[in-house]
């Protein structure tokens, strides 16, 4: 026996947590890579910060961080989460960019990765949700 993992989860938030629970639940062998503790991620405010930012909150237009806090929130204009395949990566799939439904939507999230690893495909289409969306066409 091997004591090498099946699978690689970085981030121990609800989503890395979650992908790792429905992964161990299939039987695969699991690590999961995080910088500080479980859940302990700031993961949440980062998400509000966008949400403020797109809705036109009052921030100073002498903070050199509003412009780059307004660019970031444009690249996620579609307000969808990325679940799915990471374009140029074979094998790394991501979770992320749930704004504030990440708990509302972390089991079906996360099992959704997990059928993809296991399966090679998700029980519920994620076509919408496919980082592959923000990926630059043919010019």
């Not at 050199?64 to 989460?81: C, E, I, V």
Request: negative net charge.
């Amino acid at each position: 026996m091997t004591n090498q993992p099946d699978v690689i989860v970085v981030g121990a938030g609800v989503m890395g947590c979650g992908t790792a629970y429905w992964l161990s639940k299939a039987g695969y062998k699991i690590l999961v890579l995080e910088q500080e503790a479980i859940a302990c991620g700031a993961s949440g405010m980062a998400a509000a910060m966008l949400e403020a930012v797109g809705h036109g909150a009052q921030l100073s237009t002498h903070d050199p961080l509003t412009a780059f806090a307004r660019a970031g929130f444009h690249l996620h204009a579609d307000r969808l989460p990325l679940i799915g395949a990471v374009p140029g990566w074979p094998g790394v799939y991501m979770v992320a960019g749930h704004f504030r439904s990440g708990m509302l939507l972390s089991t079906i999230s996360t099992r959704c990765i997990a059928d993809l690893v296991i399966d090679g495909k998700s029980s519920v289409p994620l076509d919408v949700f496919d980082p592959a969306r923000f990926t630059p066409g043919p010019s």
